[in-house]
């Protein structure tokens, strides 16, 4: 019954902003590192994002790293991406993904399209 549901995405013109949740269930929550993806038309599946199990600490891809910001709230068992300065390039499904180690374990979510157009 492990669940990961995106949310969030949508049309959004160059330069503008929308944030990304994704609910986890049927997992400790706390327990799993939280990761978001994304796969453009024609590209391979690329890391955006990472976020640690308490929180403290937070890696991004270059195209990311000073406008995206990931986040994770353990007691709501919520991760989200803020997504700030948005630019064409940015267009893909983006997909929620939590993974635990020391079990092997690595869900993934439905995604959700974010599409970055005038």
């Known amino acids: 019954q492990v669940q990961l549901v995106e949310s969030g995405g949508g049309l959004v013109q160059p330069g503008g902003s929308l944030k990304l949740s994704c609910a986890g269930s049927g997992f400790v929550f706390m327990n799993y590192i939280m990761r978001w993806y994304r796969q453009a038309p024609g590209k391979e599946r690329e890391l955006v994002a990472s976020?640690?199990?308490?929180?403290?600490?937070?890696d991004y891809s270059d195209s990311a790293r000073g406008r995206f910001t990931i986040s994770r709230n353990n007691a709501q068992k919520m991760v989200y991406l803020q997504m700030n300065s948005l630019k064409p390039e940015d267009t893909a499904v983006y997909y929620c993904?939590?993974?635990?180690?020391?079990?092997?374990?690595?869900?993934w979510g439905q995604g959700t399209q974010v599409t970055v157009s005038s």
């Open positions: 976020i640690n199990t308490n929180g403290y600490r937070a």
């Open positions: 993904t939590a993974r635990y180690v020391p079990q092997s374990a690595r869900h």
